[in-house]
C-alpha cells in the first residue's frame, strides 16, 4: 500500500476532511482520514473618526459566494474568525452604517491574518428645533424642506429659548451641538441688529431687539451695502413693518456626533410680522400702533372693538403698542384727543381661472364693480402685470420658487402663524392638499404647472400671485367699500384706509426701498431728493407744488397732463391731501401698482404730454416720467388759458412775465428749450436724447453707484439717481471711447457705443461752471452798480429802507423760487426789527424808494439773464445733459448788456 504525503494531501485538496479509498487492490479496510489546515481572520471595525463598531457582523464567503462563518465585533470593534485556508470574501455589516467594500483575504494554515474596516455611519441621523420653555410654534411639515423651519411672531425686545433634538444617533455618546445667527444666510434682512443667538448644548437663548435698533441703519452684510434708516412718521396711524425691519434672526444648529455623523437645520425666527401700514388688517397679525411723537403722558386706549372681540392693547403707554385683532369688524383706540380707526377681517383672494392667453381671471363680484364699474378698471390692465403673474412663473420656472417662503410677497395672506385666523395662504393650501416644494429645480419650464394648479387645487390658486388683497389688506372687512364718494361714483384714494401712497407699503417686497430712501445723498432738508418728507410737509399739499412734491400730487396730476391741463391740481378730492397723509415722491408716483400698459408700470412712457414748461418731448421712453416734474413748469399763463415759452421768438405781454427762477430744468435744458438771448437757434436737443429711455438709462442702469437689491441677490441699479461726482467719467465711458465692443455688457449693462475718443468728464463739468461763475460775476457786478447808484431803496421787510451806499457787495440768490440777490451792507438795516448786514431780497420786492418803481422790471435783460444762469446752473449736470445748449446759452447770456 502507498502512503501520501501529508502537506501533498493538504496542497492538493485543500478544504473539506476527505476519506481517502485504498488503491493497487486495496480491499479498503485501510482507509486514513486527514484534517484539512486552517487559518485565522482577525481585525477591528471602526468608523470614520477611528471609535470602534461593535456589533457588526463579518462575514466570510468562499469564491464562489457560500457562506463559511460569522462574526460579531465586541465592544472594541474586534472579531475573529477560524477558517480554512485559502481565498475567502469578508464582508462588514452594521444597520447603522453603510458597508464598505468587500475584502478579498488569504487565509493562511496555522497562521492569524489582519483585516480591518472602516464604516461610514449611515443612520437617519436628524437635529430638528422643538418646542421648549417659550411659544415657539414651528409651521407644518408642509411647508418647509427638511433642514428648515419658520418661526413667527415672537415680539420685538422678547427672548426664545429654542431647543434641538437629535434623532438617529447610533450609540448614546455626547452630541456637539454648534449655534449661530446667519448673518449671511440668504440677504441682509439677517443682520446683527435683529438680536442674537447663545447657544448652550442642545438648546439657544434666542434675544430680539427692541424695534427702534432694527430700524436703524446698518451695512448689509453681504454687499457692504449701506442700509438707510428707517424714521417712524410723526403722524397718527399704523405702522409699516417691512420685510428687512421685521427683525428676523436666522438661527442655525450643527449637530456632530463622535463618529462623524452632522446634521443641521436653519430657522427663520421673526419678531413680528409685515405690516403694510394700512387701516385695513387681517386677523391674528400683530398690529403695531403709531402715536406720532414721543409723548409718553399720552396714553392709548382701545375704545370700541366688535362684538365677542377679548383683543387687548398691549404697552399703551408707548408710542408704538400693538393688538391682536381677532374678530372681523372696527378697533377704534383714542389717544391725545384722537381716534384712530382700524379695521381688520379675512382674506379672500380674486383668482378664479386663466384666460386664453394664460392671464388670471378674476371673481365675477370684485370685477363688476373694478372692471368699469363704479370703482374704475383695475383688473383689465393689472391682469398682464407682473404682479398679476408672478407666482404663475415661479412655479413655471422650478419647484424651489414655488414655497411659502415665495408665497410671502407672491400670495395674498402669506403670514403663516395667523393663517388660520384670516384664511391666509398657508391655511388654504392645508386644507386643500397642496403641498410647496422646495426640493429641487427643474431644467425645462413646467408651462402646465399653473394650470394644473388652478385646475386641481382652485382654493389655493385664487391666493395667488400679487393681486388686490396683497396691497390693500382684506377684503372681508368693513373697511372694503369705504370710500368718500364724489358725484356717487368717484372714490377718493386719498382717505380710503385700504389706500397709502407710502414707499413702505411696496418696500414689504420691494426691498430696493434701501436705494430710494439713499435718494437723500444731497440734504434730507434741502427738498433736493425724492424722498425728502419735510419736503412733502410744506409743499406737497399745494395744488401747484404738490404736482411734483408729492406721490398724491403727482398721480392727480399726471393724469391732468394726459388730458392736456397744464395748470395747477383740480381734482375735486385734493383738499383731502393733508399733512397728515401727504406722502414725498414714493414709488406710487412713478409706477401705477395696477398697471397701464407701460414698461415697468411706469405712469408716463414714450412722449411727454404738453407740459407747463411749454413743450413736450417725443421719444424719451420711461424718461417721460421724469421729465413731466423735470421741468421749469413756468410756462402757464396767469389766467390758465394757455402756455409760451422763455424764448425770443414767443415771448408773451409784461404783465405775463414774472420774476420766478427756473428749477427742476433738466427737461427744459435736455430739450434745449427756455433760454433768452438764442434767437432762432432753438430747440437745441441734446445727443443724449437718442439713447432708448432717457433719464432713466443713465441715472439707473448705467449708473455706477450700483446698488445690489437685498432680494436674492439679483443685481439692480439705483433707485438714487444721482450720479456720484467721482463716478461721472466711468459712466460716460460704458459709452464713449474706441475701447467699448457694443456686443459686450459692461458690468453687466448692455451699452450703445460711441465712437471716439473718451470723455473726460471733469473736463466737461469744469468747463461749464467756470462759465457759470463768469456769467454770475458779470451779472453782480451789473447789479452793484446799478443798486448803488440809487440814493435809497425800498426792501419789503417790513417797508425797510436801505441806502445805496451801504450795500458792500451783490450775489445772485433763489429767494422761495424766485430771482433776487444777496445783499452785503456796510452798516446795519434794520428788518422786521432786527439789525442785519445781510439779507437776501427777490426783485419783486426790491423799488427805487423815490419813485417806486421796480429795480428791474419781469422782462427786463437783467432778469432773462438771470432766468439763464438759473436754467443752467439748476440742471446740476454742468454740461452733460446738453453741452452744446448749455454753452451756448452761456456764451450768448455773457454777450449781454445788464
Not at 438617529?168 to 448673518?183: A, F, H, Q, S, V
Not at 461752471?769 to 453782480?780: H, P, R, S, T
Not at 446799478?786 to 440814493?791: A, G, K, Q, W
Amino acid at each position: 500500500m502507498r502512503r501520501f504525503n501529508k502537506a501533498a494531501i493538504v496542497l492538493a485538496i485543500g478544504a473539506t476532511m476527505t476519506q481517502l479509498s485504498g488503491c493497487g487492490g486495496d480491499d479498503g479496510d485501510n482507509i486514513t482520514y486527514v484534517q484539512a489546515a486552517e487559518g485565522t481572520v482577525s481585525g477591528v471595525v471602526q468608523d470614520a473618526k477611528g471609535l470602534p463598531v461593535p456589533a457588526a457582523v463579518v462575514s466570510a464567503e468562499d469564491t464562489g459566494g457560500a457562506l463559511l462563518q460569522t462574526a460579531t465585533t465586541d465592544a472594541n470593534g474586534a472579531y475573529s474568525l477560524t477558517l480554512p485556508v485559502g481565498q475567502v470574501v469578508l464582508k462588514v455589516s452594521n444597520a447603522s452604517y453603510s458597508s464598505p467594500d468587500a475584502q478579498n483575504v488569504g487565509v493562511l494554515s496555522d497562521h492569524t491574518v489582519s483585516a480591518n474596516f472602516t464604516m461610514d455611519a449611515a443612520s437617519q441621523f436628524l437635529v430638528q428645533f422643538t418646542e421648549q420653555v417659550d411659544p415657539i410654534q414651528p409651521v407644518n411639515d408642509s411647508w418647509t424642506s427638511p433642514g428648515w423651519a419658520v418661526y413667527d411672531n415672537q415680539g420685538y425686545g422678547t427672548s426664545a429659548t429654542v431647543g434641538a433634538l437629535v434623532t438617529g444617533k447610533i450609540d448614546d455618546m455626547p452630541i456637539e451641538y454648534t449655534w449661530e445667527n446667519r448673518l449671511n444666510l440668504w440677504d441682509s434682512w439677517h443682520t446683527e441688529k435683529a438680536g442674537t443667538v447663545e447657544g448652550d448644548d442642545d438648546t439657544a437663548l434666542v434675544t430680539f431687539s427692541e424695534m427702534m435698533k432694527n430700524f436703524e441703519s446698518r451695512v448689509d452684510p453681504i454687499r457692504g451695502t449701506e442700509m438707510a434708516e428707517y424714521k417712524i412718521p410723526d403722524r397718527l396711524g399704523p405702522l409699516t413693518i417691512s420685510q428687512d425691519r421685521r427683525g428676523l434672526i436666522a438661527v442655525r444648529v450643527q449637530a456632530n456626533d463622535a463618529h462623524g455623523q452632522q446634521a443641521s437645520i436653519h430657522g427663520e425666527i421673526h419678531a413680528t410680522n409685515r405690516l403694510l401700514g394700512i387701516r385695513n388688517v387681517a386677523l391674528g397679525e400683530r398690529i403695531y400702533l403709531n402715536r406720532g411723537n414721543d409723548d409718553d403722558s399720552q396714553v392709548w386706549s382701545m375704545v370700541s372693538q366688535p362684538t365677542g372681540s377679548t383683543a387687548e392693547l398691549v404697552d399703551a403707554n408707548s408710542r408704538t403698542p400693538y393688538f391682536f385683532p381677532d374678530k372681523t369688524g372696527e378697533y377704534d383706540f383714542v389717544v391725545n384727543g384722537q381716534t384712530l380707526k382700524i379695521f381688520a377681517g379675512k382674506y379672500m383672494g380674486v383668482i378664479t381661472g386663466i384666460d386664453e392667453e394664460g392671464n388670471p381671471e378674476s371673481d365675477a363680484t370684485c370685477t363688476t364693480c373694478h372692471q368699469g364699474g363704479v370703482a374704475g378698471d383695475q383688473f383689465t390692465p393689472w391682469s398682464t402685470t407682473m404682479h398679476a403673474n408672478i407666482f404663475r412663473q415661479d412655479v413655471a420656472i422650478s419647484p424651489a420658487e414655488e414655497s411659502m417662503f415665495c408665497g410671502q410677497c407672491h400670495a395674498v395672506g402669506g403670514d403663516i402663524q395667523s393663517a388660520p385666523m384670516n384664511n391666509g395662504l398657508a391655511y388654504v393650501a392645508e386644507q386643500e392638499g397642496y403641498k410647496f416644494s422646495r426640493i429641487e429645480a427643474l431644467e425645462n419650464p413646467r408651462t402646465d404647472a399653473w394650470p394644473d394648479m388652478v385646475k386641481n387645487f382652485p382654493k389655493t390658486a385664487r391666493m395667488m400671485n400679487i393681486q388686490c388683497e396683497s396691497c390693500h389688506g382684506p377684503q372681508n372687512s368693513p373697511a372694503h367699500g369705504m370710500y368718500d364718494m364724489v358725484d356717487g361714483k368717484t372714490p377718493n384714494p386719498f382717505t380710503s384706509p385700504r389706500i397709502s401712497f407710502s414707499a413702505e407699503l411696496c418696500s414689504n417686497c420691494h426691498y430696493e426701498r434701501i436705494q430710494w430712501t439713499a435718494s437723500k445723498t444731497v440734504s434730507p432738508t434741502s427738498g433736493e431728493s425724492h424722498m425728502n418728507e419735510q419736503r412733502a410737509l410744506e409743499l406737497g399739499t399745494d395744488a401747484d407744488c404738490g404736482r411734483c412734491h408729492s406721490a398724491q400730487g403727482f398721480v392727480a396730476y399726471e393724469k391732468q397732463l394726459q388730458q392736456g391741463n397744464v395748470g395747477k391740481i383740480d381734482d375735486p378730492l385734493w383738499s383731502s391731501v393733508t399733512a397728515d397723509n401727504v406722502e414725498p415722491v414714493t414709488c406710487t408716483a412713478c409706477h401705477d401698482p395696477h398697471g397701464n400698459g407701460n414698461d415697468l408700470q411706469v405712469r408716463i412712457d414714450g412722449d411727454t404730454p404738453d407740459l407747463p414748461a411749454g413743450f413736450n418731448m417725443p421719444g424719451v421712453g420711461q424718461g417721460a416720467t421724469c421729465i413731466a416734474c423735470h421741468n421749469t413748469a413756468q410756462g402757464v399763463l396767469s389766467d390758465n388759458s394757455g402756455v409760451w415759452l422763455h424764448e425770443d421768438n414767443d415771448e408773451p405781454a409784461p404783465e405775463q412775465q414774472n420774476y420766478n427762477i427756473a428749477h427742476g430744468s433738466q427737461g427744459d435744458v435736455f430739450a434745449g428749450r427756455n433760454a433768452w438771448f438764442m434767437g432762432n437757434q432753438l430747440p437745441m436737443v441734446a445727443k443724449h436724447a437718442v439713447i432708448d429711455d432717457s433719464c432713466v438709462k443713465c441715472h439707473q442702469l448705467y449708473n455706477p453707484t450700483i446698488k445690489d437689491t437685498p432680494a436674492f441677490g439679483k443685481l439692480t441699479r439705483t433707485h438714487q439717481f444721482w450720479i456720484d461726482a467721482d463716478k461721472l467719467d466711468q459712466q460716460c465711458n460704458y459709452c464713449h471711447g474706441s475701447s467699448i465692443d457694443p456686443n459686450t455688457p459692461v458690468d453687466g449693462v448692455e451699452h450703445n457705443s460711441v465712437p471716439g475718443e473718451a470723455v473726460d468728464a471733469g473736463a466737461i463739468t469744469a468747463s461749464v461752471a467756470a462759465g457759470l461763475d463768469n456769467l454770475a460775476e458779470k451779472m453782480q457786478n451789473a447789479a452793484f452798480s446799478r443798486l448803488t447808484s440809487f440814493d435809497s431803496l425800498v426792501i419789503n421787510y417790513g417797508e425797510a429802507t436801505v441806502a445805496g451806499n451801504q450795500i458792500s457787495a451783490v450775489a445772485l440768490a433763489n429767494v422761495g423760487n424766485k430771482i433776487g440777490l444777496k445783499l452785503t451792507l456796510s452798516s446795519p438795516a434794520v428788518i422786521g426789527g432786527e439789525s442785519v448786514t445781510e439779507l437776501t431780497v427777490s426783485l419783486d420786492k426790491l423799488a427805487d424808494a423815490a419813485t417806486g418803481e421796480a429795480v428791474y422790471l419781469p422782462n427786463s435783460n437783467f432778469v432773462k439773464g438771470a432766468w439763464n444762469y438759473f436754467l443752467i446752473n439748476n440742471d446740476r449736470s454742468q454740461g452733460i445733459h446738453n453741452l452744446s445748449f448749455s454753452q451756448a446759452v452761456i456764451n450768448n447770456t455773457v454777450a449781454q448788456v445788464f
